[in-house]
């Protein structure tokens, strides 16, 4: 639809097998998000091509935590505050990713949008932060720690 090759995949609804992340290779695509073990990319090993997992954290995502009604715009802004001050602190030594899920008809409400606008303002007055896309951060790991992760 946007006539750039698909660079990541999260499956839907959060679904996936233990065949996903080799399908997902075989299909040429360079990251999976469906794993939820880490702060930073890592290698998966696939029977065929390369593969790396990106953090995706289902406790700052607005469809789980406002979606469901596990919170409101409050909440979500405290959470991704002090989410990002703990990960902040550890990139001193080692670089981390925070993942903020959005789904524009849940964040986007006019009663919720002010609390994202402020935890995104909080994120820009740090030095260092990185604002980047999955590809991105994709191409930035592959370039730079892939080969020395899987030689380990």
Not at 28 to 39: K, P, R, S, V
Not at 51 to 72: C, K, R
Not at 98 to 104: D, N, R, S, T
Request: aromatic residues 10%; glycine residues 8%.
């Amino acid at each position: 639809m946007t006539g750039k090759r698909l660079r990541g995949w999260f499956s839907p609804a959060a679904s996936n097998t233990l065949r996903t992340p080799d399908l997902v290779a075989e299909a040429g695509i360079d990251y999976l998000c469906d794993l939820y073990h880490d702060d930073q990319p890592t290698p998966i090993r696939v029977r065929q091509g390369r593969l790396i997992s990106l953090p995706y954290q289902m406790d700052l995502n607005d469809a789980v935590m406002l979606g469901a009604g596990a919170g409101e715009g409050e909440d979500f802004l405290r959470t991704g505050v002090d989410m990002f001050e703990t990960l902040y602190a550890e990139s001193a030594t080692q670089p981390r990713v925070m993942c903020v899920a959005l789904h524009p008809y849940i964040m986007g409400r006019p009663q919720r949008v002010r609390y994202l606008e402020a935890l995104l303002a909080h994120l820009r007055r740090h030095e260092g932060v990185w604002f980047a896309t999955g590809a991105e951060m994709a191409d930035w790991y592959l370039a730079q720690h892939y080969d020395a992760a899987m030689a380990r």
